[in-house]
């Protein structure tokens, strides 16, 4: 895993410790530092890094200030020598608060913080794809791709938006295990439906965008309850 950050503070000596520090950790790449605020905002509107260290207090914006106005934020660590700012910087969803002067312990802890939240993104994004072996080859399959998956006693068949249907040996109970969580709902013992496929349900009927009606099973009544019209 390979995180690329930059850093900015209108104090240099700041930014050295920054990148010290930073220098320890295999995982961490600087790709540049800014003294200037400007500077980085108009720098970040034409390039994307994976973590910002941020001054709070600075010349011309504030850190706050830009971490508000960019469009797809990166994860950000604050930095400021003024502890009532905090309040500011969690409030953006900051990934940590550091208090100068760094030391070394404290910003261990924050980069700690930072691979954390890179594995749970990574296992959300491997959520995204499934993996399964079909005709004597391994599949890799976007889950947004399907509309819904058929039991067919130790298979089942998975049903696409945009090719055939891909049979594979797995039951119903491992397959709901590897699918993201909340966007695939079992209504049936024989079927799966991925949630954005619905149309509508009435009736103990799953209406599909693709026209398909599929039964909603006795044990499976409080999806009933649960699902909500768009």
Partial sequence: MEIKFIAIDNEPPALDVITTHARQFKALKLVQTFDDAIAAA?????????LIFMDIQMPDISGVELA?????????????????????????NAVDYLLKPISFERFEKSIDKVLSQCGKQQEQSEKDFLVIHSSYQVMRIDTRRIRYIESLKDYVRIHLTDAAPVLTLMTMKKMLEQLPAGKFSRIHRSYIVAVHEIRSVSNRLVRMNC????PVGDSYSQFLKEWKQP
């Avoid at 797809?72 to 409030?91: C, L, R, S, V, W």
């Avoid at 026209?211 to 599929?214: F, N, T």
């Fill in 42 to 50: 108009a720098w970040l509107r034409h390039a994307k890094v994976d």
């Fill in 68 to 92: 508000r106005s960019l469009h797809d934020a990166p994860m950000i660590i604050f930095t400021t020598a003024y502890k009532q700012y905090a309040f500011d910087g969690f409030e953006l």
């Fill in 211 to 214: 026209g398909m009606q599929l």
